[in-house]
């Protein structure tokens, strides 16, 4: 997995493993997360909370509806975070849209659907830093390193199948059975709180899976969708005006 490691200076290293592998690990990215675990858990206490198999999750749908919090704003409001999404979308986008806060303590006889081997149905670039030490064994972020090129073409041929988002074929061992592809294959993304994950959600991946009841995971992540086909930028335009459709980021 120190293959995926790279440095929080080192911006032309990220985005070379952004782009060969789709993953990039900063291990202590930050070394004090104590104000941030303190605004997470406000946050998951004061915000609607979505329906989530696996424990409680928070959607903020505009990451300005965070600003009251600081030190989460600030983690995904910042000149680094947009450098890296402005180089990797060649400024097609410079800004994180929304995101998420998961904490996972339950564990599961079916899987809530971030849970199965999948790439998302709506691209986007992820910063997901963890709140908590994270391992294999409370629900690790896992994922096929290199898969993101396989996943960007099978997300493009799913859309041409169908326009509704419910639809679109995006778990591996279900839907693609004849890939051969599956849990056997990933790498839990394993590391100590203070962690930062950046990947392209069209990487094969899933996360949220505890092997038992006493572990538990705190993660906040960001989302910046992708348009990479011209339905999905018309796509988006329609949910902006509709506000019919909250995308589940997740999956
Ligand atoms: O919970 C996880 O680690 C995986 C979540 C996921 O599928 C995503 O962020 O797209
Ligand atoms: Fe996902």
């Known amino acids: 997995m120190s293959d995926l490691f790279s440095d929080k200076n080192d911006i032309e290293g990220i985005l070379l493993l952004l782009r060969e592998k789709g993953i990039a690990v900063l291990p202590n990215y930050i070394t004090n997360v104590s104000k941030i675990e303190k605004e997470a858990r406000e946050v998951l206490k004061n915000f609607k909370q979505n329906s989530y ?19 989460l704003y600030n983690l995904f409001d910042n000149h680094w975070v947009n450098n890296i999404i402005s180089q990797y979308t060649n400024n097609q986008r410079s800004k994180v849209d929304g995101a998420y806060i998961t904490y996972e303590y339950k564990k599961t006889d079916t899987p809530e659907r971030n849970g199965y081997l999948h790439f998302d149905r709506d691209r986007t670039i992820k910063f997901m830093f963890y709140i908590t030490d994270v391992y ?55 590391g100590t709180r203070g962690t930062m994950v950046i990947f392209d959600s069209d990487i094969f991946h899933c996360g949220g899976n505890l092997e038992d009841d006493k572990s538990q995971r705190l993660i906040f992540r960001s989302h910046t969708s992708i348009y990479d086909t011209q339905h999905s930028y018309i796509r988006n335009i ?13 999956y």
Do not use: M
């Open 136 to 190: 294999k064994n409370n629900g690790a972020f896992s994922c096929i390193p290199g898969s993101h090129s396989l996943g960007n073409k099978l997300r493009k041929e799913a859309w041409h199948k169908t326009k509704k988002y419910a639809s679109v074929k995006n778990r591996i061992e279900i839907d693609y059975p004849d890939l051969a592809i599956g849990q056997k294959d990933v790498i839990p993304i394993e």
């Open 53 to 71: 198999l696996f424990g409680e999750a928070v959607q903020i749908n505009r990451l300005s509806l965070l600003k009251t919090y600081k030190e």
């Open 238 to 250: 329609n949910n902006f005006f509709t506000k019919l459709i909250s995308r589940n980021h997740l």
